[in-house]
């Protein structure tokens, strides 16, 4: 196994040394996703201005064009120990595997745009598909459409990106670790979900507010975790947020956002769990009630977001960090919330549990002296449930592994080879806090590396 995982190393070294002379598009288009204010969010519409966008295959008629995009992302793993209790880096691990091959994201991409004869975008459609060795499923299927009488709003309806938080919204073709972190996994598992959208967005050249923009937008709640809607309840969500504004004096450009998540499940048990206080303990407690069914679980979060990017003589220096906090609703065994509603093996619907949580994440990004070459350095938490930490956490308390906080750090390496092809060495590796769970009494052993080639048009 050591003489496979360092052929690999040693074939990606060799790889990441070549020198290409790419270096000005390459150069070009990060400045394009990063410093002009358009870091490709999963919200946004292509941006045919940069070369990436001019260069998408593309078939032009005289009131609009249709776009083809995609981006294959194989990848090699190998993990900390066989069946790694670890799900956030690219899906759960068999019991008796510790390595393996996976094509982690297939993409397909097709945009059209209508325009105006003044040559305003009037209608966009985007249709995205994900395909790996599982099955092809569904990404992004939304229309849009964009009012040109004061050119401030628009409108999105269809299966889209949640408008919420930062490193959500950045699209898995731009981000730098190969997974998001636990803390967006959980809250926003696939990112996307049925809704519709209104955006207020100033588009004249002369608006003194194209910088700013508000989101706003009603979904059903369980996203591409389920397939379809199974409770009345509607989540609003939003974002205000800012395009990146230049720093006069020291030569840097920032960008931040503020984001709310107000919605719920409505429990279908005669029970439903939250934390109570029972002599001065802390406990996971519920009572059996008719009244309990029908209740709304909470699902409330708030969050900011911050990034701030520091060009150099050759790349760029980047910090990236949000915070988000609030009430969160899953089952006893798992913090997420469930994409279809939780049953037992009868059949018998099972009662919901309420956690009030926080998390964050924080990036370093650095280029090496080249557009080429780039290390990032990430730090994440997520605490499920603040009310208790490390002993405290018991079968007695009426506590599982769903109530247990995890920091992880990731290290890696980024090579630019040209603006088709990028390749990533990642390490990330999990520390979960010490209970008095049964098999969680020390850190597992769940660091995950991955060695990924990533293929653009």
Do not use: C
């Not at 945009?111 to 209608?123: F, L, N, Q, R």
């Not at 985007?126 to 499923?137: A, C, R, S």
């Not at 950045?170 to 959980?186: A, H, I, K, V, W």
């Not at 309840?233 to 030569?251: A, E, M, Y």
């Amino acid at each position: 196994m050591k003489s496979i995982l360092y052929k690999i190393i040693t074939a990606f070294a060799l790889i990441f040394g070549v020198s290409f002379s790419y270096g000005q598009n390459l150069k070009t288009d990060i400045q394009s996703l990063n410093l002009n204010g358009n870091p490709n969010l999963l919200t946004d519409m292509i941006d045919t201005s940069t070369r990436i966008g001019k260069s998408m295959l593309t078939i032009y008629n005289k009131f609009g064009n249709i776009g083809f995009s995609g981006y294959i992302q194989p990848q090699f793993q190998v993990a900390e120990s066989k069946g790694a209790p670890n799900e956030f880096e690219g899906g759960t691990w068999p019991v008796a595997v510790s390595n393996r091959f996976r094509i982690r994201r297939g993409r397909i991409r097709t945009d059209y745009t209508h325009y105006t004869d003044e040559g305003k975008p009037s209608v966009y459609f985007l249709v995205q598909f994900d395909g790996t060795e599982q099955g092809l499923n569904i990404r992004d299927l939304w229309g849009r459409y964009y009012e040109n009488k004061f050119e401030l709003f628009h409108f999105s309806m269809g299966m889209m990106a949640r408008p919420f938080g930062y490193e959500i919204l950045l699209s898995s073709m731009n981000r730098e670790s190969p997974e998001r972190g636990r803390m967006s996994q959980t809250l926003m598992k696939t990112e996307r979900d049925l809704g519709f959208m209104v955006s207020l967005n100033p588009r004249k050249a002369s608006s003194k507010f194209k910088w700013f923009a508000i989101d706003l937008g009603i979904y059903n709640g369980q996203g591409l975790a389920g397939p379809q809607e199974y409770d009345n309840h509607k989540d609003v969500v939003f974002r205000i947020s800012s395009k990146r504004q230049t720093i006069k004096g020291l030569n840097a450009k920032i960008s931040g956002g503020l984001s709310g998540y107000i919605g719920g499940i409505t429990n279908q048990s005669t029970m439903l769990y939250s934390m109570k206080q029972e002599d001065g303990i802390w406990k996971m407690q519920t009572d059996s009630l008719s009244g309990n069914i029908g209740k709304n679980a909470s699902r409330r979060y708030f969050g900011a977001d911050f990034q701030i990017i520091f060009p150099n003589a050759e790349g760029q220096t980047e910090f990236r960090a949000e915070y988000i906090r609030g009430q969160q609703t899953g089952t006893l065994s798992n913090s997420a919330s469930p994409g279809t509603y939780p049953v037992d093996g009868t059949g018998k619907n099972l009662p919901l549990a309420i956690r009030s949580f926080d998390g964050a994440y924080i990036y370093f990004l650095q280029h090496l002296g080249s557009w080429h070459h780039q290390i990032g350095l990430k730090f994440d938490w997520y605490d499920p449930n603040k009310k208790v930490s490390g002993k405290e956490i018991s079968k007695d308390n009426g506590l599982t592994a769903a109530d247990i906080r995890y920091n992880t750090f990731g290290i890696g390496y980024i090579n630019y080879v040209n603006p088709y092809l990028k390749l990533v060495l990642w390490y990330e590796h999990p520390v979960n806090e010490k209970t008095s769970l049964t098999g969680f009494e020390k850190d597992l052993k769940d660091g995950v590396f991955t060695a990924r080639a990533q293929f653009n048009f």
